[in-house]
């Protein structure tokens, strides 16, 4: 199973654009990144998901290197509500389409 | 659209008691999971339905905890006798997948649990 590695925790300001960035070595050439954020005392909710190269939303970016060893989640102008946990997850085959989560990165934005 | 629907929200109880969760899943969802989620980690996978089907339950420690999905739609996880450590907060979540191993999982708001 493919693991992934991400900051424990990040600190930012409002306005400021925020970039987390995961590494997964071991990816499966069927798999793809997903990426969840979840609240306090709230179940995660999807953010974005990609395959390689660059996917955009109404909420996040997505950026994937050709090598696909590593994603980097960017949040443009991060707001106080962007404060939550967001976890970096490979989704695939080799994980029979379950979620494994890591223990995520803990982004606080300040005012 | 409703989301998934999890009760009760929040639950006490003294260890070796018994405690049951509920979990209503998103309308044509062929597959729901129970997580667990203890205090500063991320979720852990308990087990996963397809249907009425358990598809993997490889983490559900099966000596106290049981979880049934009948006539694949809602389900209740159980947990009994209850120990300190099963203090948690429980996540249920669905999807549509069926085959499809990248789709989207919708996640209820979770039942947290306190064992004394």
């Known amino acids: 199973l493919a693991k992934t590695t991400q900051p424990i925790s990040m600190d930012s300001y409002e306005g400021q654009e925020v970039n987390i960035t995961c590494s997964h070595n071991n990816i499966a050439t069927n798999d793809y990144i997903t990426w969840y954020q979840q609240f306090p005392s709230q179940g995660p909710r999807f953010i974005i998901q990609g395959y390689k190269t660059k996917v955009t939303n109404e909420v996040a970016s997505l950026f994937i290197p050709a090598d696909r060893k590593s994603s980097t989640l960017s949040l443009p102008r991060v707001s106080l509500s962007d404060t939550a946990v967001y976890y970096c997850?490979?989704?695939?085959?080799?994980?029979?389409?379950?979620?494994?989560f890591g223990q995520g990165t803990e982004l606080s934005v300040k005012p | 659209e409703a989301g998934v629907a999890q009760s009760p929200r929040y639950k006490i109880i003294e260890k070796r008691q018994s405690v049951a969760f509920w979990c209503n899943p998103i309308s044509g969802h062929a597959t729901l999971y129970w997580y667990q989620q203890i205090l500063g980690q991320g979720p852990k996978l308990l087990i996963q339905?397809?249907?009425?089907?358990?598809?993997?339950d490889s983490q559900l420690p099966k000596d106290r905890f049981s979880a049934e999905r009948l006539k694949g739609v809602d389900s209740t996880l159980k947990i009994q006798p209850a120990k300190l450590e099963d203090s948690a907060v429980y996540l249920c979540a669905s999807s549509l997948s069926s085959g499809r191993v990248t789709g989207e999982l919708f996640f209820g708001e979770g039942s947290r649990l306190t064992v004394l």
């Open positions: 339905f397809q249907n009425n089907g358990v598809v993997d």
């Open positions: 997850l490979v989704q695939g085959n080799n994980q029979g389409g379950k979620l494994i």
